[in-house]
């Protein structure tokens, strides 16, 4: 506790220092010791506190602030009406962003570029781009001159969904309303041009940008790196990535990541190491995402003593796996045959408190299927879709639907069990699993209604295998060719039966 606070306008500016500096703690202690001394907040106060909540995620204690603000009669500004938007934007609660946001109009009060850029943004983020885009011309009517980061919002919202040309028009708006484009803008056209497949167009929104002298940032060098990695160019990556080296360009993490992964995809080892080496010799220490690709990458190959030691670095440098660490390193172990370090290494993600994902129970159920262990495996599956076992694996299934738990199996687990299981010669347990697949609105793929229907067939039941072959054909997934001499080498007499799977 301080001897004496200084005046009210020097303790907002603190809070507002606080706060940008995250010390969220300091933020309500400070605060609180302002009413204590009985100090008046004003509406800059409270716009500093929702701030603070904003970035806290806390949209509750930002509406009770909100409130607390109302009932000391002070009135909202256009600051607190566009940090309180912005915060329900950031936290998902894009109906009550709407909502306030009328409220706000209701009054009287012109929101700000602040304003419509967080309800753009949100609805950008989550396919509203219409939305953003009848925002956008509001703003327009309202008189605002939209800004360089209203225009990036909307590039970047435009390419998501594959607008490419919508997205090139919002560009010209920008030379219309004499708003020169910055590097972010460009780093949106670049990454644009390389999620639709043209490089060629990218490196040339590149080439205009270095042409106006406008110098690339980070992001951009991350973002060429990374669209030319998908393209299948790694050494074209390679060479862009030493020349902004060399240029004295400050780089991420994120662009040696991008080709490290491509690199570790591609089998390439050597490499992807000898980039690590590069990284860390330009002063940018290897992250969970450079570690994580080199398990990844060793793994795939079957060289788990070196995934291993990079593994045991990453500990002694003090950098935590994450869930496609250990997933990668399950695999690994799995598919070298190795199911119980598999599982030591599942236990040690338990014990850190990392949930699994469906991968990393696909890969537990895989290696389990693997060693022929095919009750362990349905075990697994069962455990971590959050149930206990059920005599009806139907039932079982219909209950496990929680949107909580996040290793709820995928297409692959199912497709992986069920493979499993019809090796096993459990042709009906099989067919259960898919049924309760075909359920959950997943689609297997060709190879495993291959193996139900010659299952079905194995069995007898001819008219099962015709319905699984019925709906093949409707979801849109091609037969393999084996798949009809399966159904008609079975006997007349057998084509009528037909059982509950």
């Not at 912005?86 to 962003?97: K, N, Q, R, T, V």
């Not at 290897?286 to 003593?305: A, F, R």
């Amino acid at each position: 506790r301080l001897p004496t606070l200084p005046a009210l306008p020097a303790c907002n500016a603190t809070l507002d220092v606080l706060v940008r500096a995250h010390r969220f703690d300091r933020v309500w202690k400070l605060f609180d010791e302002m009413l204590s001394r009985g100090m008046v907040p004003t509406v800059v106060t409270y716009n500093t506190l929702i701030n603070a909540c904003r970035h806290e995620g806390a949209v509750a204690k930002a509406w009770q602030v909100w409130n607390q603000m109302a009932a000391r009669r002070i009135g909202p500004n256009v600051v607190t009406y566009s940090t309180m938007i912005s915060a329900l934007c950031d936290e998902g609660c894009i109906g009550e962003a709407e909502q306030l946001f009328l409220a706000m109009k209701q009054t009287g009060m012109r929101p700000n570029h602040y304003t419509y850029n967080a309800l753009m943004s949100s609805h950008c983020k989550r396919d509203g781009i219409n939305r953003a885009l009848t925002l956008y011309q509001e703003l327009l009517k309202s008189g605002l001159v939209p800004n360089a980061v209203i225009f990036t919002t909307l590039i970047d919202g435009f390419f998501q969904v594959n607008r490419i040309s919508d997205a090139k028009n919002i560009f010209l708006d920008m030379h219309r309303y004499g708003v020169a484009p910055t590097v972010p803008v460009y780093n949106s056209l670049i990454d644009g041009a390389f999620r639709s497949g043209d490089s060629q167009e990218a490196l040339t929104v590149y080439e205009d940008m270095t042409r106006l002298g406008l110098c690339p940032d980070e992001f951009t060098c991350s973002i060429i790196v990374r669209g030319l990695c998908s393209g299948g160019q790694v050494q074209v990556a390679a060479r862009f990535l030493e020349a902004m080296q060399q240029s004295g360009i400050n780089l991420n993490a994120a662009a040696y990541n991008a080709l490290i992964d491509e690199y570790c995809k591609n089998g390439d080892l050597a490499e992807a190491l000898a980039t690590c080496t590069i990284m860390s010799g330009v002063g940018i220490e290897p992250n969970v995402v450079t570690y994580s690709s080199l398990i990844d990458g060793h793994s795939k190959k079957g060289k788990m003593e070196i995934a291993m030691a990079i593994y045991t670095e990453m500990i002694a440098k003090g950098v935590e796996p994450n869930v496609l660490t250990y997933t990668a390193l399950i695999h690994g172990h799995a598919k070298d045959g190795d199911i119980n370090a598999a599982f030591r290494l599942q236990k040690e993600m338990a014990e850190k408190g990392i949930s699994p994902n469906s991968v990393t129970v696909s890969v537990l159920v895989d290696g389990l299927c693997r060693e022929n262990r095919i009750q362990d495996a349905v075990m697994i599956f069962m455990k971590h879709s959050g149930q206990k076992k059920h005599a009806d694996i139907r039932t079982y299934l219909s209950n496990s639907t929680t949107e909580e738990d996040h290793s709820i199996p995928n297409s692959v687990t199912y497709m992986t069990l069920i493979y499993g299981l019809y090796l096993d010669g459990q042709y009906r347990e099989a067919g259960k699993f898919f049924s309760c697949m075909r359920e959950s609105g997943m689609v297997p793929d060709s190879f495993t209604y291959s193996l139900l229907i010659r299952g079905q067939c194995m069995l007898g039941y001819v008219l099962n295998a015709m319905m699984l072959y019925a709906d093949m054909v409707k979801v849109g997934v091609k037969p393999m060719t084996t798949v009809c001499p399966d159904i008609w080498s079975r006997d007349a007499p057998n084509d009528l039966k037909t059982v509950e799977t």
